[in-house]
């Protein structure tokens, strides 16, 4: 048979072959799970997520296209979280990140060998999650938020900003809060005393509790609120702001968005950039990557945001040179 007679044999033979014969073989969809603390529709979350699939995107992946996720929402309850991880181990994911630690810890008891990259951990090594920040040697790694020293920070930082503080209120959630809230309080202690300041940890448990507390505390006078950046805290926040606003307590907070949101300031790690550094990890375990290879990351990413408008609320005059040192500032 000729060679151009051999080419249109097969070209009409061809034509009739099923679709399916003609299809190159795809890759199958990878999936990835994301467990968080927060509304999907939360705007803080929006922004984090956002910076998360576009990274994903530069590195080859777009969300439905060659990957999917799987979402769930702890809301910083106990009994949710844990609910929330049993439903996303189910649907065994190739990877699953996860945000916060009681999160991680709810995964941790049943994720035998799905690899899970953590953010927002405060203590990593302390919980058991990696057995060092080089070397995880296990199924988790992924990025710390803060240090111990962090709350030694929030209470110079609140001195600073209102010098005639006297009192310093310590609002967070036992039941979720890292080392049930000493893994922050054992710093503030340290650095309150050195600055005149007495402290009152006020655990708090459900909504309710919060309202108590800060009308209680606001009888005392210059006082202020350091609010931990734990999972319960987090979805309760607008709460929060408002009360402190309302008894007009200058208050300091872990996280950027609460500052923008209507909180007094904020110092801490920078969520976003978090988020973006997270889809790197997950690319790698997607190509084959072990979590055992890749280091713990501390933040490299620190934002003091104030937010000029609450601070004229409050009556509060912050000096200039205080000012100056912020990276924002929320007219």
């Known amino acids: 048979m000729r060679r151009r007679e051999f080419i249109g044999f097969v070209g009409g033979a061809a034509a009739g072959w099923p679709l399916r014969a003609l299809a190159q073989p795809s890759r199958p969809m990878r999936r990835v799970g994301v467990l968080i603390n927060a509304d999907p529709n939360d705007p803080a979350w929006k922004r984090e997520l956002a910076a998360f699939l576009e990274q994903m995107k530069s590195l080859g992946w777009i969300e439905n296209v060659n990957f999917q996720i799987d979402y769930r929402n702890g809301a910083g309850d106990a009994d949710r979280i844990a609910a929330s991880a049993a439903e996303l181990l189910a649907l065994r994911p190739d990877v699953i990140v996860a945000r916060s630690t009681p999160i991680v810890r709810a995964l941790a008891q049943s994720a035998h060998s799905i690899p899970i990259v953590f953010l927002s951990v405060s203590d990593p090594i302390g919980e058991k999650f990696a057995a060092s920040m080089a070397k995880p040697g296990g199924i988790m790694t992924g990025f710390t938020n803060v240090e111990a020293s962090m ?71 210059d006082s202020a609120l350091i609010v931990m950046p734990d999972p319960f805290i987090v979805p309760n926040r607008a709460l929060v702001i408002e009360l402190a606003a309302r008894y007009r307590l200058p208050a300091i907070y872990g996280f950027r968005n609460m500052a923008i949101e209507g909180g007094l300031m904020s110092y801490g790690a920078d969520l976003v950039d978090m988020l973006r550094r997270s889809a790197e990890y997950v690319d790698r375990i997607l190509k084959g990557a072990r979590t055992q290879d890749l280091p713990v990351q501390a933040p490299v990413k620190f934002d003091l945001v104030v937010n000029l408008k609450t601070a004229k609320g409050l009556g509060l005059k912050i000096p200039e040179a205080f000012l100056l040192r912020a990276d924002e500032l929320i007219d």
């Open 151 to 221: 709350g030694g920070k929030w209470v110079e930082l609140l001195k600073e900003a209102a010098p005639s503080l006297k009192l310093a209120a310590i609002l967070f959630n036992p039941a979720v809060a890292p080392a049930r809230g000493e893994f922050y309080l054992s710093s503030i202690r340290t650095a309150a005393p050195k600055l005149g300041i007495e402290i009152q940890p006020i655990p708090v448990g459900t909504s309710a509790e919060i309202e108590t507390a800060a009308k209680e505390f606001a009888r005392r006078p």
